[in-house]
């Protein structure tokens, strides 16, 4: 199944591909209708909107509303190559053509013996690695989801903030859904048809998304603010997690990245090996590659 996906195009569905053959038939039936002077022009003409209508409706109106998700396979068009950073090519379903193009994207060009590429959509590296068996270099899509808030060391955080957390301001931010989900055993049941998007990270317990392109989620940065603020920050916003959505002031939106930044510091040292140790093993990985080609 993973293998079939991992070849599939997926996108919204436009509805059935042009048919001529409903609104030849309306015209003919319509000629026959007046010639045979069977009713008026207007009634005839009343038959044959009702008739395009329907043809509408079911084409383009009701696809958009039922937002229905399809996968389809496009031999050799398949064979194109992902880029998220520059893709210079796109894949379309053509209506009235009833058939899928690869077409160079408008203003770009490929130069002899250069690659054609096209996007799989905003993936990050997991996922692409899930799919289709490779990762990006500077993936801009690339996330990193850290246990939830309520997991962090709390004690390690207040320290580097020099401050003691209210473990009443802590329930409210439990209780406004951002310290993230308990930790349960889930059995699976095999029954994936709830899951509506594969571009979404799974992240049932509501981790914290840290994502290349725009860091840590607003939202976490939010409760963040709302915990390091001081009484007089606390009692400014009317104790109201909301309104800690943007910026209070330099001095607590300092405290809340040196939180973050404490929270991912721990996070690294708590895995087996540095980042100095893993760039060390991929490139033993890749000099061997290269060597055995």
């Avoid at 699976?188 to 840590?216: C, F, H, M, Y």
């Amino acid at each position: 199944c993973e293998c079939a996906r991992s070849r599939a195009f997926s996108g919204a569905y436009s509805g059935a591909a042009f048919n001529p053959l409903p609104y030849a038939l309306t015209l003919f039936l319509v000629a026959v209708y007046l010639v045979a002077g069977l009713g008026s022009i207007e009634q005839a003409a009343n038959g044959a909107g009702l008739v395009l209508c329907g043809s509408i409706l079911n084409d383009f109106v009701l696809p958009k509303l039922l937002k229905t998700n399809k996968y389809i396979i496009c031999p050799y068009i398949d064979m194109a190559n992902h880029n998220s950073n520059s893709p210079n090519a796109d894949v379309a379903f053509e209506y009235f053509a009833d058939a899928y193009s690869l077409a160079i994207s408008s203003n770009k060009s490929i130069p002899n013996d250069k690659q054609l590429f096209i996007s799989y959509g905003p993936r990050s590296n997991d996922q692409l690695l899930q799919y289709y068996g490779f990762v990006e270099a500077n993936n801009p899509n690339d996330i990193y989801v850290m246990p939830p808030v309520r997991e962090w060391n709390i004690e390690a955080i207040e320290k580097a903030c020099d401050t003691t957390f209210s473990a009443g301001r802590l329930a409210k931010l439990d209780k406004a859904g951002l310290l993230g989900q308990p930790q349960t055993t889930k059995q699976s049941s095999g029954d994936d048809s709830n899951i509506s998007n594969d571009l979404e990270p799974a992240n049932v317990a509501g981790g914290v998304v840290i994502t290349k392109s725009e860091g840590i989620d607003p939202a976490v940065l939010q409760a963040l603010r709302a915990l390091v603020s001081t009484d007089d920050e606390w009692e400014a916003a009317g104790e109201a997690i909301g309104n800690f959505a943007a910026l209070v002031n330099q001095s607590n939106e300092r405290r809340a990245k040196l939180a973050a930044k404490t929270a991912m510091e721990l996070e690294l040292s708590s895995k087996s090996t540095t980042l100095e140790e893993d760039l060390a093993l991929l490139k033993t990985v890749d000099t061997k590659l290269t060597s055995s080609t």
